[in-house]
């Protein structure tokens, strides 16, 4: 649904749930981070397979109970966030783009809520 709604309905994706030691590996190896994060992202240049996402469940289930929130709706705002950068979306360099990506996030968040309900 995320991705019908940003035009890219025929796009596919892998999605890796794991935990803080596989996610940390992933960014060390690939982004030279040697430590766990929350989400990441992949993109691939191909017009079908857009990219990979990969999200420790270890650290979105501590995520959702320091935001009072369920583990799925914290899966769902990562996936969506991971989405988001597979498709060009930016926020680690603050300002405009960050606002962008951050209201892009809070939007399509509402309509899977919608979706859910």
């Not at 929350?38 to 017009?47: A, G, I, W, Y």
């Not at 990969?54 to 914290?74: C, D, M, P, T, Y």
Request: without cysteine.
């Amino acid at each position: 649904m995320v991705f019908e709604d940003l035009g890219s309905r025929n796009s596919e994706i892998s999605i890796l749930l794991t935990e803080d030691e596989g996610i940390r590996e992933l960014n060390r190896i690939y982004l030279g981070k040697d430590r766990p994060t929350d989400v990441l992202s992949f993109p691939m240049e191909e017009k079908v397979v857009i990219g990979d996402i990969a999200i420790s469940v270890e650290r979105a289930h501590e995520h959702a109970e320091l935001k009072g929130i369920s583990l799925n709706e914290e899966l769902t705002g990562l996936l969506i966030h991971g989405a988001l950068h597979l498709l060009g979306h930016e926020h680690e360099v603050g300002g405009i783009r960050a606002r962008r990506m951050r209201k892009e996030e809070k939007r399509l968040f509402s309509l899977t809520n919608k979706e859910i309900s």
